[in-house]
């Protein structure tokens, strides 16, 4: 069974750091682009940041960009997202995401991934929580 698995989430006063990460279960993760997602209470899930095979292309939404950084180890066969300068609204559940198709894989920009939630398989999800 393939699974992506997510862990690192936590609780954090504002302007803290957390590291998430993203293993793989029943695969590998190095022939897949990887999405961090998110989603509030009442809110739509949203991209956070997506990452290429190779790890040379990333993707940020405007609220994240310069606080948080996504990176892959293949090696390790391990996506991470460093978290820094939290905020409250930063508050929610992170899922890694990926999209098991080579095809839409080839097809798509992680831009389009991310903004467009282009993914076939969810992580179970981690809660993020920013609160003094």
């Known amino acids: 069974q393939l699974q992506l698995v997510e862990s690192g989430g936590g609780l954090v006063q504002p302007g803290g750091s957390l590291r998430l990460s993203c293993a793989a279960s029943?695969?590998?993760?190095?022939?897949?682009?990887i999405g961090w997602f998110r989603q509030a209470p009442g809110r739509e899930r949203e991209g956070v940041s997506c990452?290429?095979?190779?790890?040379?292309?990333?993707y940020y939404a405007d609220s994240v960009k310069g606080r948080f950084t996504i990176s892959r180890d293949n090696a390790k066969d391990t996506v991470y997202l460093q978290m820094n300068s939290l905020k409250p609204e930063d508050t929610a559940v992170y899922y890694c995401?990926?999209?098991?198709?080579?095809?839409?894989?080839?097809?798509?920009?992680?831009?389009?991934?991310?903004?467009?939630?282009?993914?076939?398989?969810w992580g179970q999800g981690t809660q993020v929580t920013v609160s003094s």
């Open positions: 029943g695969f590998t993760l190095d022939n897949y682009a």
């Open positions: 995401a990926a999209h098991f198709s080579v095809r839409v894989q080839r097809l798509i920009r992680v831009q389009d991934m991310c903004e467009s939630t282009i993914v076939s398989s």
């Open positions: 990452i290429s095979v190779s790890g040379g292309t990333t």
